[in-house]
T-cell receptor, first 112, second 116 residues
Framework: SQQGEEDPQALSIQEGENATMNCSYKTSINNLQWYRQNSGRGLVHLILIRSNEREKHSGRLRVTLDTSKKSSSLLITASRAADTASYFCASAVTGGGNKLTFGTGTQLKVEL | NAGVMQNPRHLVRRRGQEARLRCSPMKGHSHVYWYRQLPEEGLKFMVYLQKENIIDESGMPKERFSAEFPKEGPSILRIQQVVRGDSAAYFC??????????????FGPGTRLTVL
């Protein structure tokens, strides 16, 4: 698997349900970031979690980081149709400067 | 405070022509990153620049691609003699000086390059 691989590749849920996306990485990181991308558009930064943090919240978003398992998860609670987008995790590898290694993304579809 | 600006948003070139993509970072940001996204894929790092310096170009193809970030003006990603495989979305991101543990990168809207 590649650095920053996401699971599942696609997720379809009903409005109001929670959505959980997972990300795995292979090497030591300084931080891990989650981004959202609407179809054909740019990336919107959601949350940054540092390697010494275990959990962060922002509104309806909750991100966890488990450095022992080299994995992170993004939880979107009470999803809305407007949350429909692709979600990417991106890791800043230790010693790699600030460049980001992106995962392949999870396509989330929230249906009314 | 305007976000990261990229232009053009769409660029069409014929094989063999040159493509120039521009990126103006957020005000106060001195670090610029270029990424490429092929259809249905994640972003791939290309190059990381500071004003007048290339910090990391490990993701840049060895030939035809170059990048600069002059003291004045936007960062430029230049692709010479484009081929169809260069068709992709090219995203620029900027950040302030990375602190310990790194910091957020803010992305522009991208330039979608189509090579005919």
């Amino acid at each position: 698997s590649q650095q920053g691989e996401e699971d599942p590749q696609a997720l379809s849920i009903q409005e109001g349900e929670n959505a959980t996306m997972n990300c795995s990485y292979k090497t030591s990181i300084n931080n891990l970031q989650w981004y959202r991308q609407n179809s054909g558009r740019g990336l919107v930064h959601l949350i940054l979690i540092r390697s010494n943090e275990r959990e962060k919240h922002s509104g309806r978003l909750r991100v966890t980081l488990d450095t022992s398992k080299k994995s992170s998860s993004l939880l979107i609670t009470a999803s809305r149709a407007a949350d429909t987008a692709s979600y990417f995790c991106a890791s800043a590898v230790t010693g790699g400067g600030n460049k980001l290694t992106f995962g392949t993304g999870t396509q989330l579809k929230v249906e009314l | 405070n305007a976000g990261v600006m990229q232009n053009p948003r769409h660029l069409v070139r014929r094989r063999g022509q040159e493509a120039r993509l521009r990126c103006s970072p957020m005000k106060g940001h001195s670090h610029v990153y270029w990424y490429r996204q092929l259809p249905e894929e994640g972003l791939k790092f290309m190059v990381y620049l500071q004003k007048e310096n290339i910090i990391d170009e490990s993701g840049m193809p060895k030939e035809r691609f170059s990048a600069e970030f002059p003291k004045e003006g936007p960062s430029i990603l230049r692709i010479q003699q484009v081929v169809r495989g260069d068709s992709a979305a090219y995203f620029c991101a900027s950040s302030p000086l990375p602190g310990l543990g790194g910091n957020e990168q803010f992305f522009g809207p991208g330039t979608r390059l189509t090579v005919l």
